[in-house]
C-alpha cells in the first residue's frame, strides 16, 4: 500500500504626532512595508523562478525559505543534493519492490544466503557488522570522491530543449521516489512493530501479479 501524501504550508505605531499627522504617517508606513515585503518577496525569487523543476500547481515551492539570500552556486548546490536523494530514493524504492518477488542465488556474507533475508526494515537485524562497514564505506566513497563521476558511455545526442525535458522528469520522478520510499518505510516499520495491522497479505499491495 503506497499512499503518497503530500503537504504544503506565512502597524506600524507613532507617537507623540497630531492626529492627522499619525493617519498619514501610518498609512504611508503600512504603504511601505508593503512594498519592502513585496520587493524583498520578488528579490528572493527572481533568480529561481525560472530554474528548472518549478512546475505547475506549486510553482516556486520553498515554504521554509531555504533560498532566502542565497547565490546561485548556493542554489546550485541544493539543486544537486535533491537530484541525488532523488536517484537514490529511486534505487531504494526498487530494492523495497524486487526482494518481495525475486532474490539473488548468493550468500550475502558467507552462510548468509540472500534467500534468507528478511525484506525490508526486518533486514536490519541480519545484516552483519562487515556488510555494515562496506555499505558505510562505499556510500562515503562515492559521496565524498564523487567516483562515479559522469556517464558518457550510451549518452545520447539530444536537442537542449529535450535534455531539458529529460531533465525535469528525472527531478519529478526522484520527488516522486523520495516521498514513495518514505511511506514504504513507514507501513514497512508499522507493519513490524504490530504485524498485520492493515490486514493484508503482502507489502506491495498495488502490485498484485508480483506475488
Given amino acids: ?5 503530500i503537504a504544503a504550508l506565512v502597524g506600524s ?7 492627522a499627522k499619525i493617519a498619514s504617517s501610518s498609512a504611508l508606513s503600512a504603504k511601505a512595508k508593503a512594498k519592502s515585503k513585496s520587493k524583498s518577496k520578488t528579490t528572493a525569487l527572481a533568480g529561481f523562478e525560472n530554474e528548472l523543476g518549478v512546475i505547475a500547481p506549486t510553482g516556486f515551492f520553498d515554504p521554509l525559505g531555504l533560498t532566502k539570500d542565497i547565490d546561485q552556486d548556493t542554489f546550485d548546490q541544493y539543486r544537486a543534493a535533491e537530484l541525488k536523494h532523488g536517484r537514490v530514493a529511486q534505487l531504494a524504492v526498487i530494492g523495497y519492490v524486487i526482494p518481495e518477488f525475486y532474490r539473488w542465488d548468493f550468500d550475502i556474507s558467507p552462510g548468509i544466503p540472500s534467500a534468507d ?7 536490519l537485524d541480519v545484516i552483519p557488522a562487515l556488510g555494515w562497514a562496506q555499505i558505510i564505506f562505499l ?7 564523487g567516483v562515479l563521476g559522469d556517464f558518457e558511455v550510451g549518452k545520447l ?6 535534455i ?5 522528469n528525472e527531478l519529478q520522478h526522484g520527488r516522486i521516489a523520495m516521498l514513495a520510499i518514505l511511506e514504504l518505510l513507514r507501513h514497512d516499520a508499522q507493519n513490524t512493530v504490530s504485524a498485520g495491522f492493515d490486514g493484508l497479505d503482502n507489502l506491495i499491495t498495488g ?5
Fill in 139 to 145: 556510500i562515503g566513497a562515492v559521496d565524498y570522491w
Fill in 164 to 168: 531539458e525535458k529529460r531533465q525535469l
Fill in 13 to 19: 505605531a507613532a507617537a507623540f504626532a497630531p492626529a
Fill in 1 to 5: 500500500m503506497m499512499k503518497l501524501t
Fill in 207 to 211: 502490485f498484485p501479479f508480483l506475488y
Fill in 117 to 123: 533475508v528478511a525484506n525490508g526494515v526486518a533486514a
Fill in 157 to 162: 545526442k539530444l536537442e537542449f530543449a529535450e
